[in-house]
T-cell receptor, first 112, second 116 residues
Framework: KQEVTQIPAALSVPEGENLVLNCSFTDSAIYNLQWFRQDPGKGLTSLLLIQSSQREQTSGRLNASLDKSSGRSTLYIAASQPGDSATYLCAALNSGYSTLTFGKGTMLLVSP | DAGVIQSPRHEVTEMGQEVTLRCKPISGHDYLFWYRQTMMRGLELLIYFNNNVPIDDSGMPEDRFSAKMPNASFSTLKIQPSEPRDSAVYFC??????????????FGEGSRLTVL
């Protein structure tokens, strides 16, 4: 059974810092790995998706990497802004399955 | 596109009462998922449908929980009788078969349930 872990559970940084959020998974037979953002009281919004054959994906100030062999993915946020404050969740889609396994998320607070 | 629509957004009820949560997926999406989110357990998949047919309900915690999808544009999650430990945010999400490649899963805003 796939298990997804995110470290740290919470992170507080001053505006402008570059930061890395970590995600690890136990079963490397994944189809893709996805990062979501969740604002308080809201649903989840898809940020980036990395296919199993890819190493990284970029969108603006966000860069997500994937290392299947070590069971890890990272989300890099450059030049953080207060508007980046949210909970970030990663989720793995295993080959042959239709459902995602989610981590519990990292709650990020970027202070002005 | 209106996105995934859930109702009610907030529900406060007393233990023992029946609760019905509703979801309208995005038009054209053939997969629908019900998730539950709590601080302790995170996001848990309860059940999912493909073309209105329940595929996997192994995440439904007890017989008190049931879900239906009578047509492609409507699904319900019912809890009867409700208990305080059912208090959580319940999310509905949908996607198309084609987006298994893109992986894009669209979530509703959630229904926050409080059982007193």
């Amino acid at each position: 059974k796939q298990e997804v872990t995110q470290i740290p559970a919470a992170l507080s940084v001053p505006e402008g810092e570059n930061l890395v959020l970590n995600c690890s998974f136990t079963d490397s037979a994944i189809y893709n790995l996805q990062w979501f953002r969740q604002d308080p009281g809201k649903g989840l919004t898809s940020l980036l998706l990395i296919q199993s054959s890819q190493r990284e994906q970029t969108s603006g100030r966000l860069n997500a990497s994937l290392d299947k062999s070590s069971g890890r993915s990272t989300l890099y946020i450059a030049a953080s802004q207060p508007g980046d404050s949210a909970t970030y969740l990663c989720a793995a889609l295993n080959s042959g399955y239709s459902t995602l396994t989610f981590g519990k998320g990292t709650m990020l607070l970027v202070s002005p | 596109d209106a996105g995934v629509i859930q109702s009610p957004r907030h529900e406060v009820t007393e233990m023992g009462q029946e609760v019905t949560l509703r979801c309208k997926p995005i038009s054209g999406h053939d997969y629908l998922f019900w998730y539950r989110q709590t601080m302790m357990r995170g996001l848990e998949l309860l059940i999912y449908f493909n073309n209105n047919v329940p595929i996997d309900d192994s995440g439904m915690p007890e017989d008190r929980f049931s879900a239906k999808m009578p047509n492609a544009s409507f699904s319900t999650l019912k809890i009867q009788p409700s208990e305080p430990r059912d208090s959580a945010v319940y999310f509905c999400a949908s996607r198309t078969s084609g987006s298994r490649v893109t992986g894009e899963l669209f979530f509703g805003e959630g229904s926050r349930l409080t059982v007193l």
